[in-house]
Protein backbone atom coordinates (compact mmCIF):
# COMPACT_ATOMS: atom_id res chain seq x y z
CA UNK A 1 0.00 0.00 0.00
CA UNK A 2 0.94 3.47 -0.70
CA UNK A 3 1.75 6.32 1.81
CA UNK A 4 3.81 7.71 3.82
CA UNK A 5 6.45 6.84 6.55
CA UNK A 6 7.77 9.28 9.36
CA UNK A 7 10.14 7.63 12.26
CA UNK A 8 10.92 7.56 14.60
CA UNK A 9 7.14 7.91 16.46
CA UNK A 10 9.08 9.54 19.51
CA UNK A 11 12.12 11.20 19.58
CA UNK A 12 14.14 12.84 22.85
CA UNK A 13 16.94 15.13 22.37
CA UNK A 14 19.14 17.15 24.46
CA UNK A 15 19.23 20.98 24.27
CA UNK A 16 21.81 22.30 21.64
CA UNK A 17 21.64 18.99 19.60
CA UNK A 18 20.51 18.52 15.96
CA UNK A 19 17.88 15.87 15.03
CA UNK A 20 16.90 14.31 12.03
CA UNK A 21 13.25 13.62 11.27
CA UNK A 22 12.61 10.67 8.81
CA UNK A 23 10.34 11.40 5.75
CA UNK A 24 9.68 8.10 3.06
CA UNK A 25 6.83 8.22 0.85
CA UNK A 26 5.86 5.92 -1.93
CA UNK A 27 3.31 7.96 -3.60
CA UNK A 28 5.10 9.00 -6.11
CA UNK A 29 4.55 12.69 -5.25
CA UNK A 30 6.13 15.20 -6.06
CA UNK A 31 5.80 17.92 -3.70
CA UNK A 32 6.80 17.03 0.04
CA UNK A 33 6.02 19.41 3.16
CA UNK A 34 7.00 19.87 6.76
CA UNK A 35 4.68 20.98 9.04
CA UNK A 36 4.56 21.72 12.72
CA UNK A 37 1.95 21.35 15.33
CA UNK A 38 1.91 22.94 18.68
CA UNK A 39 -1.12 22.45 21.31
CA UNK A 40 -3.59 24.74 20.53
CA UNK A 41 -2.45 26.03 17.17
CA UNK A 42 -3.07 24.79 13.62
CA UNK A 43 -0.64 23.12 11.24
CA UNK A 44 2.12 25.30 10.14
CA UNK A 45 4.51 25.07 7.26
CA UNK A 46 7.86 24.81 7.60
CA UNK A 47 9.83 23.88 4.94
CA UNK A 48 8.13 22.63 1.16
CA UNK A 49 9.74 20.90 -1.66
CA UNK A 50 7.93 20.56 -5.39
CA UNK A 51 10.31 18.75 -7.21
CA UNK A 52 13.61 16.73 -6.07
CA UNK A 53 16.44 19.14 -5.30
CA UNK A 54 14.53 22.04 -5.03
CA UNK A 55 12.86 23.41 -1.87
CA UNK A 56 11.95 26.44 -0.53
CA UNK A 57 11.11 27.97 2.86
CA UNK A 58 7.81 28.01 4.45
CA UNK A 59 6.35 30.09 7.68
CA UNK A 60 8.42 29.10 10.07
CA UNK A 61 11.70 27.93 8.48
CA UNK A 62 13.92 29.36 11.36
CA UNK A 63 16.37 26.56 13.06
CA UNK A 64 15.18 24.45 10.56
CA UNK A 65 16.84 22.42 7.30
CA UNK A 66 15.67 20.17 4.75
CA UNK A 67 17.35 18.10 2.11
CA UNK A 68 15.64 16.84 -1.29
CA UNK A 69 17.91 14.30 -2.90
CA UNK A 70 15.61 11.87 -3.70
CA UNK A 71 11.54 11.86 -4.58
CA UNK A 72 10.81 9.82 -2.39
CA UNK A 73 12.48 10.95 0.66
CA UNK A 74 12.53 14.68 2.72
CA UNK A 75 14.51 14.85 5.79
CA UNK A 76 13.64 17.57 8.23
CA UNK A 77 16.59 18.72 10.49
CA UNK A 78 15.85 20.08 13.62
CA UNK A 79 18.84 22.27 14.68
CA UNK A 80 20.10 23.57 18.16
CA UNK A 81 19.39 27.04 16.78
CA UNK A 82 15.13 26.12 17.01
CA UNK A 83 14.42 28.01 20.21
CA UNK A 84 10.99 25.97 21.14
CA UNK A 85 11.89 22.61 19.28
CA UNK A 86 9.35 20.68 21.44
CA UNK A 87 6.26 19.79 19.02
CA UNK A 88 4.55 17.47 16.91
CA UNK A 89 5.88 17.02 13.13
CA UNK A 90 3.79 15.97 10.40
CA UNK A 91 5.09 15.17 6.97
CA UNK A 92 2.83 15.39 3.70
CA UNK A 93 3.53 14.91 0.37
CA UNK A 94 1.02 15.63 -2.55
CA UNK A 95 -0.09 15.10 -6.20
CA UNK A 96 -0.08 17.32 -8.80
CA UNK A 97 -4.22 17.91 -8.20
CA UNK A 98 -3.43 19.03 -4.44
CA UNK A 99 -4.80 15.55 -2.99
CA UNK A 100 -2.29 15.82 0.13
CA UNK A 101 -1.61 12.95 2.09
CA UNK A 102 -0.12 12.64 5.63
CA UNK A 103 2.70 10.99 7.68
CA UNK A 104 1.30 9.88 11.47
CA UNK A 105 3.93 12.31 12.92
CA UNK A 106 6.89 12.55 14.80
CA UNK A 107 6.84 13.77 18.89
CA UNK A 108 10.20 15.69 19.62
CA UNK A 109 10.66 16.34 23.13
CA UNK A 110 13.90 18.40 23.92
CA UNK A 111 15.26 17.21 27.17
CA UNK B 1 -1.82 37.64 9.66
CA UNK B 2 -3.91 33.99 9.63
CA UNK B 3 -5.47 33.67 6.26
CA UNK B 4 -7.87 30.85 8.18
CA UNK B 5 -9.46 30.89 11.05
CA UNK B 6 -11.62 28.41 13.21
CA UNK B 7 -12.89 30.51 15.85
CA UNK B 8 -13.86 27.75 18.15
CA UNK B 9 -11.34 25.93 20.12
CA UNK B 10 -14.06 22.88 20.78
CA UNK B 11 -17.44 22.27 21.02
CA UNK B 12 -19.15 19.72 22.79
CA UNK B 13 -22.39 17.94 21.36
CA UNK B 14 -24.84 15.26 22.36
CA UNK B 15 -24.46 11.77 20.39
CA UNK B 16 -27.48 11.76 17.76
CA UNK B 17 -27.41 15.48 17.33
CA UNK B 18 -25.92 17.97 14.92
CA UNK B 19 -22.32 19.01 14.99
CA UNK B 20 -21.49 22.08 13.42
CA UNK B 21 -18.20 23.59 12.91
CA UNK B 22 -17.51 26.89 11.53
CA UNK B 23 -14.32 28.04 9.49
CA UNK B 24 -13.52 31.87 8.73
CA UNK B 25 -11.27 32.50 5.27
CA UNK B 26 -9.65 35.91 4.05
CA UNK B 27 -8.26 35.00 0.89
CA UNK B 28 -10.88 35.18 -2.59
CA UNK B 29 -8.31 33.15 -4.36
CA UNK B 30 -8.32 29.52 -2.24
CA UNK B 31 -9.70 27.20 -4.92
CA UNK B 32 -10.46 23.92 -2.07
CA UNK B 33 -11.43 24.29 1.00
CA UNK B 34 -11.44 21.17 3.06
CA UNK B 35 -11.63 19.80 5.97
CA UNK B 36 -9.60 17.26 8.00
CA UNK B 37 -9.88 15.02 11.29
CA UNK B 38 -7.19 14.37 13.49
CA UNK B 39 -6.55 11.57 16.30
CA UNK B 40 -4.07 12.82 18.95
CA UNK B 41 -0.23 11.38 17.60
CA UNK B 42 -1.76 10.77 14.32
CA UNK B 43 -1.52 12.62 11.07
CA UNK B 44 -4.76 14.31 9.65
CA UNK B 45 -6.67 12.26 7.79
CA UNK B 46 -9.26 14.12 4.69
CA UNK B 47 -12.83 13.96 5.14
CA UNK B 48 -14.63 15.81 2.73
CA UNK B 49 -13.90 18.99 0.67
CA UNK B 50 -15.45 21.71 -1.41
CA UNK B 51 -14.63 23.73 -4.56
CA UNK B 52 -14.90 27.22 -4.16
CA UNK B 53 -17.72 27.20 -7.49
CA UNK B 54 -19.60 25.27 -5.42
CA UNK B 55 -21.74 26.26 -2.29
CA UNK B 56 -22.79 22.93 -0.79
CA UNK B 57 -21.09 19.19 -1.05
CA UNK B 58 -22.54 16.05 1.19
CA UNK B 59 -20.62 12.72 2.06
CA UNK B 60 -22.99 10.61 4.28
CA UNK B 61 -23.40 12.35 7.24
CA UNK B 62 -20.74 15.28 6.17
CA UNK B 63 -22.30 18.06 4.68
CA UNK B 64 -19.95 20.71 3.33
CA UNK B 65 -21.15 24.71 3.53
CA UNK B 66 -19.58 27.60 1.50
CA UNK B 67 -20.46 31.13 1.87
CA UNK B 68 -18.43 32.81 -0.70
CA UNK B 69 -19.37 36.45 0.34
CA UNK B 70 -18.89 36.00 3.41
CA UNK B 71 -15.74 34.28 3.10
CA UNK B 72 -17.47 31.61 5.49
CA UNK B 73 -17.63 27.78 5.43
CA UNK B 74 -19.07 24.93 7.98
CA UNK B 75 -18.77 21.39 8.45
CA UNK B 76 -22.52 19.89 9.70
CA UNK B 77 -21.68 16.04 11.18
CA UNK B 78 -25.34 14.64 11.57
CA UNK B 79 -26.17 12.58 13.63
CA UNK B 80 -22.34 13.34 15.62
CA UNK B 81 -21.51 9.52 16.90
CA UNK B 82 -18.70 9.59 19.90
CA UNK B 83 -16.46 8.11 17.14
CA UNK B 84 -16.66 11.62 16.02
CA UNK B 85 -14.35 12.74 18.73
CA UNK B 86 -11.58 14.31 17.30
CA UNK B 87 -9.68 17.85 16.21
CA UNK B 88 -10.99 18.93 13.47
CA UNK B 89 -8.79 21.38 10.92
CA UNK B 90 -10.29 23.49 7.76
CA UNK B 91 -7.86 24.40 5.33
CA UNK B 92 -7.65 25.99 2.21
CA UNK B 93 -6.10 25.29 -1.03
CA UNK B 94 -4.54 27.43 -3.53
CA UNK B 95 -2.49 26.32 -6.64
CA UNK B 96 0.05 29.30 -7.45
CA UNK B 97 3.11 29.07 -8.91
CA UNK B 98 4.61 27.73 -5.40
CA UNK B 99 2.68 24.40 -6.32
CA UNK B 100 -0.80 23.15 -4.33
CA UNK B 101 -0.67 25.52 -0.87
CA UNK B 102 -2.60 24.00 1.84
CA UNK B 103 -3.30 26.57 4.95
CA UNK B 104 -4.87 25.34 7.86
CA UNK B 105 -6.79 26.95 10.45
CA UNK B 106 -6.33 26.65 14.22
CA UNK B 107 -8.71 23.68 14.71
CA UNK B 108 -11.38 22.95 16.65
CA UNK B 109 -12.17 19.61 19.21
CA UNK B 110 -14.90 17.98 18.88
CA UNK B 111 -16.29 15.83 21.93
CA UNK B 112 -19.78 13.77 21.23
CA UNK B 113 -21.05 12.43 24.64
CA UNK B 114 -22.78 9.38 24.87
Known amino acids: DGGITQSPKYLFRKEGQNVTLSCEQN?????MYWYRQDPGQGLRLIYY???????QKGDIAEGYSVSREKKESFPLTVTSAQKNPTAFYLC??????????FGSGTRLTVV | DQQVKQNSPSLSVQEGRISILNCDYT??????FLWYKKYPAEGPTFLISISSIKDKNEDGRFTVFLNKSAKHLSLHIVPSQPGDSAVYFCAALMNNNAGNMLTFGGGTRLMVKP
Open chain 2, 27 to 32: NSMFDY
Open chain 1, 27 to 31: LNHDA
Open chain 1, 49 to 55: SQIVNDF
Open chain 1, 92 to 101: ASSDSFGGYT
